[in-house]
Nanobody, 123 residues
Framework: QVQLVESGGGLVQAEGSLRLSCAAS????????MGWFRQAPGKEREFVAA????????YYADSVKGRFAISRDNAKNTVYLQMNSLKPEDTAVYYC????????????????WGQGTQVTVSS
C-alpha cells in the first residue's frame, strides 16, 4: 500500500514556472514507477510524465515535452514535476500516481493515486 500526497500547485501567469512534489509513504518507493497525470474540467484524466522504477527513464506527453521535467529522489520518497513555460491550457488538477509496472502511460496502469493539486495558469 502506498499513500501519495501532492503539493506545490497554485496560480501562475503564462510563461511562469511551478514545481509539484509528491511525497510517498512506505519503504518501497524505489520499486514503483511514478507518474503525473492531469485532468481539466470536462475532460478525461491524461498522462503528463512518468519516471520508471529501475532505469529512471523518463517519458512525456507531447504537449509538455521540452517544458516539463520529472525527477525522483528515492532517499526522500518524493517525485517532482518541474513545469516551465506554462500555458493556460496546462490548467488542471495534477495527480501523482504509482505503479508496480516497469512503465505506464495510461490511467488504468496505475494502482495508487494522490488527491491532486490544482494548477491554474492565467493568460
Amino acid at each position: 500500500q502506498v499513500q501519495l500526497v501532492e503539493s506545490g500547485g497554485g496560480l501562475v501567469q503564462a510563461e511562469g514556472s511551478l514545481r509539484l512534489s509528491c511525497a510517498a509513504s512506505g519503504r518501497t518507493f524505489s520499486t514503483y514507477t511514478m507518474g503525473w497525470f492531469r485532468q481539466a474540467p470536462g475532460k478525461e484524466r491524461e498522462f503528463v510524465a512518468a519516471i520508471s522504477r529501475s532505469t529512471g527513464n523518463r517519458y512525456y506527453a507531447d504537449s509538455v515535452k521540452g517544458r516539463f521535467a520529472i525527477s525522483r529522489d528515492n532517499a526522500k520518497n518524493t517525485v517532482y514535476l518541474q513545469m516551465n513555460s506554462l500555458k493556460p491550457e496546462d490548467t488542471a488538477v495534477y495527480y501523482c500516481a504509482a505503479t508496480g509496472r516497469s512503465f505506464g502511460m495510461s490511467v488504468d496502469q496505475y494502482d495508487y493515486w494522490g488527491q491532486g493539486t490544482q494548477v491554474t495558469v492565467s493568460s
